[in-house]
């Protein structure tokens, strides 16, 4: 386990609206921008019906409950004159005509048409009160009924346009996903030892998940609030710029809050996305190594290394709930206050007779309505804050390209029994995993066709990072290896591994079947190849004891399996590639006899008629080989065959005779 924090999230991060960052996304959305430009045209279809519904508040009070047109000066005794209400009936209709009759008194005449108070209402019938206003009572139904048709179009308009940004966003996300999935893949060796596990997974899952809310959540409401806003300001203003200019008074102090809270909250947001990536990267590198950890009884000191943590998360999530826990309530504050003052300054205007009673009804539901965006914008600052870092660490990674480079490419050719293997020339090769920590000084040899080379020296030699290279995981810092007279670079990376098996010290399994474990392609091989593939391989007897044979779904690392099974199955997956060259890290040192012996048997059949390069952990090993290439401290100390080798008395004869002595003890 290593408690150095080596989750650390990238050094710099950008301003979070950067537009270059918007420019770098663009590639990803203008494909779906037909669907985000109808998504669009929807909002705008939604915030119409939105800014009709107050409205139609208005049409109501004025027209049919409080109508304006009644607004006249009745006479006062005292002298001068009052405001006062009236409603306004013709006398040629019948049922109307019936009411006055009953009530003359408190009906008067003007224009040929009969008018009472409204305050004089009350004295009447509840059914002689229905007769006279049963216009009024119609036409409040049919505003009804088209409000309730505004509210439905509004949700089926909803409804289409969440549809289609979560179609659009998740699209995106798709081609975001896939382009990451595939730059990680084409990377070099170097590029994973720079980048923890637990970073490129967060990358792959939360960060493309935060770009997907971007998308799907805030993009549409934040649409929708900007033309909510718009439109709102653009209503009150027709209807009454003065009442427009009372409520927007409190807005310099709501523009001032909000500068307040989006400094506070980026910083406070940003730093707990860093501890959240600390947080998973601790419990990735926990359970990768958990078996050392109880092994160790590190379980106490790990669990207080999380527990600093997770207490420092809980901080920053406290400290950005009482960032939003001041906004919001200061939000709702000046809204009521905005409202406070419309009511105000709106019912002197009513009194007055400059605005009718509906229009000050209609300008307290828009003002309302003005500051629910705001609440809205807010609320959502912390999806837009969460995308753009998420964008920043997504593409920061697209940018971290380690990817072997290629001069040029040549054609495969696949092997044939009169090609196969393939000649190996290291020239003055030079390697190092970090520029101040030299591996390889200058290795140069030769594998001609067929032809089989043990390497062999201590721990930490390089004789490893020697198959590495070959595989041209890693490319030398100085020199250079040739395949077949062509150097590496040259190769198609896909080409030359094509030609090349790897057998590892310790093979990885993956989740699958033993078939899909062996076989690239199970598809396009027969039963009975597979079967000789497995035969070659000396893995009958493990196919055999499997419960469903090769069929069998193994689980990650192939856990269920001893090391010599698994080392049986790297084989048999070398044999299923065909290869002109094998590449063996001999790993039979922690094995039983009986499995050291089939494993042998099957690398005999594997090592015929191919070009072989044995890292041999037993000396006895080398023996086999042709040649044998002896390294120390990652310089070639000397080469030659077994017996030569040892007649010279050098580093390879003092090794063997370490190896007799501790077989002796």
């Given at each position: 386990m290593r408690f150095d924090h080596g989750y650390a999230e990238e050094d710099h991060l950008g301003k979070p609206y950067d537009l270059h960052l918007l420019r770098r996304l663009w590639p990803f959305i203008g494909r779906y921008r037909r669907l985000l430009i109808g998504s669009v045209l929807l909002v705008v279809a939604i915030t119409l019906l939105d800014l009709a519904l107050p409205y139609f508040t208005k049409l109501a009070i004025d027209r049919h409950i409080v109508p304006v047109a009644s607004m006249t000066r009745a006479a006062d005794p005292a002298g001068g004159g009052r405001l006062e209400r009236f409603l306004t009936v013709d006398p040629q209709n019948p049922e109307a005509a019936g009411v006055i009759e009953r009530h003359s008194h408190l009906f008067s005449f003007e224009s040929g048409k009969a008018r009472i108070a409204m305050r004089d209402l009350a004295q009447l019938s509840s059914e002689d009160q229905t007769l006279l206003r049963r216009k009024d009572l119609s036409g409040l139904g049919g505003l009804v009924l088209v409000f309730l048709g505004v509210v439905v179009l509004d949700f089926l308009f909803t409804f289409l346009q969440k549809m289609i940004m979560e179609y659009a966003g998740h699209k995106v996300m798709h081609d975001l996903r896939l382009r990451l999935y595939g730059h990680i893949q084409r990377q070099s060796m170097a590029f994973f030892t720079k980048q923890p596990v637990a970073r490129l997974v967060t990358r792959m899952t939360n960060d493309v998940q935060n770009m997907h809310e971007l998308f799907t959540t805030f993009i549409a409401l934040v649409f929708k609030d900007i033309f909510l806003l718009i439109g709102i300001t653009a209503v009150l203003v027709m209807m009454d710029w003065r009442l427009a200019l009372a409520g927007f008074s409190v807005l310099p102090v709501v523009a001032l809050s909000a500068r307040q809270f989006s400094k506070r909250a980026r910083g406070v947001f940003r730093a707990q996305r860093v501890k959240v990536a600390e947080i998973n990267t601790r419990m990735s590198e926990t359970i990768e190594g958990i078996k050392t950890l109880q092994t160790f009884c590190r379980e106490d000191d790990n669990y207080r290394h999380f527990v600093d943590l997770n207490e420092q998360n809980y901080d920053l999530g406290m400290r950005q709930i009482h960032v939003y826990a001041v906004f919001m309530p200061v939000i709702e504050m000046l809204g009521i206050v905005s409202v406070a003052i419309l009511i105000w300054v709106g019912g002197l205007r009513v009194l007055e007779d400059r605005i009718s009673l509906g229009a000050l009804v209609a300008v307290l539901s828009y003002m309302r309505m003005f500051f629910r965006p705001l609440r809205d914008l807010a609320e959502n600052y912390n999806i837009l804050q969460n995308a753009m870092a998420s964008a920043e660490r997504i593409f920061a990674l697209l940018d971290t390209d380690r990817a072997l480079?290629?001069?040029?490419?040549?054609?495969?050719?696949?092997?044939?029994?009169?090609?196969?293997?393939?000649?190996?020339?290291?020239?003055?090769?030079?390697?190092?995993?970090?520029?101040?920590e030299p591996v390889l000084?200058?290795?140069?040899?030769?594998?001609?066709?067929?032809?089989?080379i043990a390497l062999v020296g201590p721990t930490g030699a390089g004789k490893t990072s020697i198959l590495n290279l070959m595989l041209r995981l890693y490319d030398p810092v100085s020199g250079e290896i040739r395949l077949d007279g062509m150097a590496l670079p040259r190769w198609d990376s896909r080409q030359l591994r094509a030609r090349i098996a790897l057998v590892p010290q310790d093979p990885m399994l993956f989740s699958g079947t033993l078939r899909q474990n062996i076989f690239p392609e199970p598809a396009k091989v027969t039963e009975s190849q597979a079967m000789q593939i497995i035969a070659a391989a000396n893995c009958s007897e493990l196919v055999a004891k499997m419960a469903q044979g090769l069929d069998t779904p193994l689980v990650k690392g192939g856990d269920g399996l001893s090391s010599g099974e698994r080392q049986l199955v790297a084989i048999a997956r070398a044999f299923a590639r065909d290869p002109d060259i094998l590449l063996l890290d001999e790993a039979t040192s922690h094995i039983d006899s009986h499995t050291e012996a089939a494993i042998h048997g099957a690398l005999g059949n594997l090592m015929q008629g191919r070009t072989c390069i044995l890292v041999a952990h037993r000396l006895s090993t080398a023996r086999l080989a042709d040649h044998i290439v002896v390294i120390k401290a990652g310089r070639l100390e000397e080469e030659g065959d077994h017996a030569a080798l040892m007649a010279g008395k050098g580093f390879y004869w003092h090794l063997n005779e370490q190896s007799a002595q501790a077989a002796a003890d």
């Open positions: 480079s290629k001069t040029a490419s040549v054609e495969a050719v696949g092997p044939t029994p009169q090609s196969r293997g393939g000649g190996i020339e290291l020239d003055r090769v030079s390697f190092s995993y970090n520029p101040d000084h200058e290795i140069s040899f030769q594998v001609q066709k067929g032809r089989t």
